[in-house]
Nanobody, 115 residues
Framework: QVQLVESGGGFVQAGGSLRLSCAASPSIFSGKVMAWYRQAPGKERELVATITAGGAANYADSVKDRFTISRNVRTNTLYLRLNSVQPEDTAVYFC?????????WGQGTQVTVSS
């Protein structure tokens, strides 16, 4: 059984910060790349950030310089640090990885930013 489980979402005021966590099965965490996506109501899911097994990170333009993706290989946990959040960051955030060639998704964690 393999899984991704997100946590850490909640309500936060504009300008604030929070950290999302994704507990991953080792078979998924050992893949070449993992990612965070987000989806707002009525919108399509969008890529937020990726990180390779070697630690190289890339970000969507909308979150660059505000969000940080990282991974802890000892605990098989993927993180997303959200700084200086804006109401436009409100969405369900999903952890994504691969089991072989098959994509795997977590259930998502809700982030709501109030102004």
């Amino acid at each position: 059984q393999v899984q991704l489980v997100e946590s850490g979402g909640g309500f936060v005021q504009a300008g604030g910060s929070l950290r999302l966590s994704c507990a991953a099965s080792p078979s998924i965490f050992s893949g070449k790349v993992m990612a965070w996506y987000r989806q707002a109501p009525g919108k399509e899911r969008e890529l937020v950030a990726t990180i390779t097994a070697g630690g190289a990170a890339n970000y969507a333009d909308s979150v660059k310089d505000r969000f940080t993706i990282s991974r802890n290989v000892r605990t098989n946990t993927l993180y997303l640090r959200l700084n200086s959040v804006q109401p436009e960051d409100t969405a369900v955030y999903f952890c994504n990885g691969f089991l072989g060639s098959a994509p795997v998704w977590g259930q998502g964690t809700q982030v709501t930013v109030s102004s």
